[in-house]
């Protein structure tokens, strides 16, 4: 894959070292200059691309994904309303892999997280409904189930000895305190748990609402062949008591989670009264690390080039030809990037289903 980028080097202070992490080095700091911003396009960002636009059937009427996975011959759609729906690699429908429904053999209730695994030509589907893991074949048929896991399981993604699964749970009593914490676990291919490990915990006010609203994911990257974790903490400091670094990505290693880059803004996150800078995602790509964050409920997003390292800041994303609305780039655990992108309807045409274009 190609990248065409211009990079603005003023945007970045590199190794700006405010403390260590566990293994003595000092956690390099990555600048975000909000004030350096420019419009940049799809084209002019990725000169390797493919769109699918997905067909629309009675079955295949896509209402919101949630998830994506990716094959080497299909496209599987994780969707709110019908659960996971199968298409090739050209977009059209194939069929629903296993039945949406709250009883009965070879059902899920509440897809959250799906993930292809290479290996058994399976998709993998975390259901939060049930607190299971289930794998379907090619076929649509159910061929492994997990047993009731301990947490709800947010997200899933495959691993050379199975599979690495993030969950969450949380309890309290009233409007009082209450906790919430999310584990990382390891599982073999039978869904057999290997290990597992926190990975932050939050005590919180119930008055502040939900402490997350996007769950954390594990991706990996190409360029130094390593997992990233990212955990999206959106409360005020003040609400925060635990042992995660806020705005920080981690190394996902076996039974632990390593600092391994912090990310600050040029400006101040407080405006006197509120917080105003809020990260929601951090991806590590072979080439880049893609920052979504917003400011003042304006989304943005910040490319950084690991070799040059430098940056630049797009205001609310990627201008796509033939689209007015602009879009914020998606991550699969493989490292595949992706845009969910809506198209227009002809004139005298129902609204079509997303396109998804794949880098």
């Not at 956690?27 to 699918?52: G, T």
């Not at 999310?182 to 990975?199: G, H, M, Q, W």
């Amino acid at each position: 894959m190609r990248f065409n980028l211009i990079l603005l080097a003023s945007c970045i202070l590199f190794f700006q070292c405010q403390e260590k992490n566990e293994t003595g080095e000092a956690l390099p700091v990555i600048i975000i200059d909000h004030d350096k911003k420019e419009e940049l396009s799809l084209r002019d960002f990725a000169s390797d691309y493919r769109e699918i636009p997905l067909e629309m059937t009675e079955k295949s009427t896509i209402k919101y994904i949630n998830d994506i996975a990716v094959s080497d011959e299909h496209l599987y759609i994780d969707d709110i309303s019908n659960g996971v729906l199968q298409f090739d690699r050209a977009g059209r429908f194939i069929k629903i892999i296993g039945k949406k429904a709250k009883e009965g053999p070879e059902t899920y209730v509440q897809p959250t997280s799906i993930a292809f695994d290479e290996e058994e030509n399976a998709v993998i589907i975390a259901d939060t409904y049930r607190f299971k893991l289930y794998k379907f074949n090619l076929e649509g048929r159910l061929i492994g189930e997990s047993e009731k896991l301990p947490a709800v399981p947010i997200f899933v993604k495959t691993s050379k000895e199975g599979y690495w699964m993030i969950s969450e749970q949380y309890t309290g009593i009233g409007n009082k305190k209450y906790a919430l914490g999310a584990e990382v676990y390891r599982t073999d291919s039978d869904f057999k748990l290997i290990d597992n490990f926190s990975a932050d915990h939050l005590e919180l006010e119930g008055k502040w609402g939900a402490p997350r609203r996007q769950p954390s994911l594990i991706t990996y990257s190409e360029y130094d062949s390593l997992n990233y974790f990212y955990n999206p903490i959106l409360l005020p400091s003040r609400a925060y008591v635990g042992k995660f670094d806020r705005d920080t990505l981690y190394q996902a290693q076996e039974d632990r989670l390593l600092p391994k880059v912090r990310f600050e803004f040029s400006r101040e996150v407080w405006d006197g009264e509120e917080k105003i800078f809020h990260i929601r995602n951090v991806m590590a790509y072979k080439q880049y690390y893609l920052v979504s964050y917003e400011y003042r409920s304006t989304p943005y997003l910040f490319i950084y080039d690991r070799s040059t390292k430098e940056g630049k800041v797009v205001q609310e994303g990627l201008t796509v030809s033939g689209v007015d609305e602009k879009y914020q780039p998606f991550s699969k655990s493989n490292g595949q990037m992706y845009l969910i992108v809506q198209r227009p309807p002809k004139p005298g045409e129902a609204e079509p289903n997303p396109s998804i274009i794949l880098f």
